[in-house]
């Protein structure tokens, strides 16, 4: 039997992350995603434990400013485009710009010398990585699906999507639908 699961990775990393903290017993302050105050001073052995813990989850404590801020990027930009909530009617550049205080000029020669990529790849992995897991609820049209995602048009979105994962959207829905059925055959 298989399984289909709907969840928020923001919401996941920050329940982890809290209940990493409380079972460490370290007092803190959430600031924002990713990001906490520590209201007192961590014990060299009490900060190895707590970044051994989080590593089982792949969380790492970023120390650098260069990476912190690299982070508060990643972040801004995962929350642009999978909080409903977070609407952005200008151009991510500027939304980034913004957010972060920081020219966009800055922040993209930043991120590219950290990660060895552009911010715009970036956006574009979070977004075609949304419009899989929207694809998967079946609960939008490509229509939707594109217009939630900011693209011009369905075209746009089916372009990008075919040069990130090799396949077309469409072609992408024929396959989960598939996975579907054959799944409900070997489960009757």
């Given at each position: 039997m298989t399984l289909f699961f709907k969840f928020d990775f923001n919401a996941i990393c920050q329940i982890v992350l809290e209940q990493?903290?409380?079972d460490n017993?370290?007092?803190?302050?959430t600031i924002g995603f990713g990001e906490i105050e520590v209201l007192e001073?961590?014990?060299?052995d009490k900060q190895a434990a707590l970044e051994a813990a989080l590593s089982k989850y792949q969380i790492d404590i970023v120390e650098n400013q260069k990476s912190i801020l690299v982070q508060k990027i990643k972040d801004?930009?995962?929350d642009m485009v999978f909080n409903e909530d977070t609407v952005?009617?200008?151009?991510?550049?500027v939304y980034l710009a913004e957010t972060l205080e920081h020219s966009y000029g800055y922040l993209s020669n930043l991120f590219s010398e950290v990660t060895y990529t552009s911010i715009e790849h970036f956006i574009i992995l979070q977004k075609i990585e949304f419009a899989k897991q929207l694809i998967i609820k079946?609960?939008?049209s490509l229509t939707e699906i594109a217009f939630r995602l900011n693209y011009s048009s369905v075209a746009h979105l089916s372009t990008q999507f075919k040069n990130t994962t090799g396949?077309?959207?469409s072609a992408f829905q024929r396959i989960i639908t598939k996975r579907r059925e054959l799944n409900q055959q070997n489960n009757q």
């Amino acid at each position: 039997m298989t399984l289909f699961f709907k969840f928020d990775f923001n919401a996941i990393c920050q329940i982890v992350l809290e209940q990493t903290l409380k079972d460490n017993d370290v007092k803190y302050k959430t600031i924002g995603f990713g990001e906490i105050e520590v209201l007192e001073k961590l014990s060299k052995d009490k900060q190895a434990a707590l970044e051994a813990a989080l590593s089982k989850y792949q969380i790492d404590i970023v120390e650098n400013q260069k990476s912190i801020l690299v982070q508060k990027i990643k972040d801004t930009i995962i929350d642009m485009v999978f909080n409903e909530d977070t609407v952005v009617n200008v151009k991510s550049s500027v939304y980034l710009a913004e957010t972060l205080e920081h020219s966009y000029g800055y922040l993209s020669n930043l991120f590219s010398e950290v990660t060895y990529t552009s911010i715009e790849h970036f956006i574009i992995l979070q977004k075609i990585e949304f419009a899989k897991q929207l694809i998967i609820k079946q609960e939008f049209s490509l229509t939707e699906i594109a217009f939630r995602l900011n693209y011009s048009s369905v075209a746009h979105l089916s372009t990008q999507f075919k040069n990130t994962t090799g396949i077309t959207p469409s072609a992408f829905q024929r396959i989960i639908t598939k996975r579907r059925e054959l799944n409900q055959q070997n489960n009757q």
